[in-house]
């Protein structure tokens, strides 16, 4: 392409493109061909061969010539049972959570309405508030232990009544679950929705999901990606019927496709494979937290999720985290991602050989 046509091109999007997009860094996945892939947060155990057969077989019989069931029904109705979402609750379905949280933009998106969460927390609160125009406002969590600063949110719901309120229990990246009476007591004060984000549901037992209905305002978000299956991209929001009708409004017809509802269908008739992987990785996560925690000079914060947030000695994540990927094990760096996550490095619970390399790789990178 001619140097002209290139500048063309580039005061076209000079034009076009809003500041706050060309602003932005589009998300970016490493490549983990050949490595130890613990940076995600993904269940590590594949499904076994028998529950393979049956979905292989289900599938060979799944026809896709016709558009999928809109509302994903009989999902639904799996669903409710697997999650114990109240009778008279709302669900919806969308595309892992993004779209949830892109729907609950859409749907409430206009001058002056907020997005409020804690920092750090899950990225996509902020990113998708700013691609749908809306104002985010972040509140730092306590820096020695990342609990709630709740005179601060307090005082940040007065001041912005965000029509959005996250809160990620555990939070990501930092794994920790925030105190049950501040987070009843932020859901009696938001003057707007507040979604109580559950994707690490599977690794903990603490939930909000028997709450809905009690509180007008409240919504519960939920994913079966950290469950074990990620790679068919289903989440829902569990709430209030008539909010959920409205936010319904902004979903693309036909958003869960059929092989995604016969899939997640097959792995919910076999939840106690599930439940299984997910007592596993409980034990390996305690195993885990304890090996990091007899390694001079890191610290590892105590995690009710599927991934352990440890500080690097000052200064040093960057090249730790290119060592260990040199020895074929990749985590998630996220010095630099957020000021209270300085020096920080973020490790997916895996299988026992994979935690095994992880702890043997971070030693030689020490």
Same mark, same amino acid.
């Given at each position: 392409?001619? /140097? ?35 940076? /995600? ?47 008279? /609750? ?45 104002? !985010? ?52 004060? *938001? ?16 939930? !909000? ?9 409240? =919504? ?15 989440? =829902? ?26 899939? *997640? ?10 439940? /299984? ?23 590892? !914060? ?65």
């Amino acid at each position: 392409m001619a /140097a002209a046509d290139r500048m063309d091109i580039q005061a076209s999007i000079d034009r076009w493109i809003r500041p706050e997009i060309r602003a932005l860094s589009a998300y970016h996945v490493p490549d983990s061909s050949g490595l130890i892939k613990l940076d /995600a947060m993904e269940n590590p155990y594949t499904w076994p061969e028998a529950l393979r057969q049956e979905w292989l077989e289900l599938l060979h019989k799944t026809d896709v010539n016709r558009y999928p069931d809109p509302q994903g029904s009989e999902l639904k109705q799996q669903l409710r049972i697997s999650m114990d979402i109240p009778e008279e /609750a709302g669900v919806l379905l969308g595309n892992g959570s993004d779209e949830l949280i892109q729907m609950l933009a859409l749907t409430l998106a206009g001058p002056d309405r907020v997005v409020l969460s804690v920092e750090p927390s899950f990225v996509m609160y902020r990113m998708i508030a700013l691609f749908a125009g809306m104002p !985010y406002q972040g509140v730092p969590l306590n820096s020695e232990d990342f609990s709630l600063d709740l005179p601060a949110l307090l005082e940040a719901i007065e001041q912005h009544r965000p029509a959005i309120l996250y809160l990620a229990c555990p939070n990501n990246p930092t794994g920790n679950l925030f105190d049950a009476a501040q987070i009843h007591q932020i859901i009696q004060t *938001a003057p707007g929705l507040v979604i109580v984000d559950e994707a690490y549901a599977p690794f903990t037992d603490t939930s !909000y999901m028997g709450e809905v209905g009690r509180y007008p305002n409240l =919504l519960v978000m939920r994913t079966l990606s950290k469950l074990g299956l990620a790679g068919l991209r289903l989440g =829902l929001l569990a709430g209030p019927k008539p909010w959920l009708d409205e936010i319904d409004k902004t979903r693309l017809p036909y958003n869960i496709n059929t092989l995604t509802q016969v899939s *997640a269908g097959v792995a919910l008739r076999h939840e106690a494979v599930f439940d /299984a992987q997910t007592t596993l990785i409980r034990q390996q996560r305690s195993q885990l937290f304890a090996a990091l925690d007899g390694i001079d000079g890191i610290s590892p !914060y105590p995690s009710s999720a599927n991934f352990i947030l440890v500080r690097m000695p000052a200064s040093r994540a960057d090249e730790i985290h290119t060592a260990m990927r040199e020895q074929r094990v990749l985590v998630k760096n996220l010095s630099g991602a957020h000021p209270l996550l300085a020096d920080c490095l973020r490790i997916t619970v895996g299988t026992p050989a994979e935690n095994r390399a992880a702890i043997h790789a971070l030693k030689a990178a020490l």
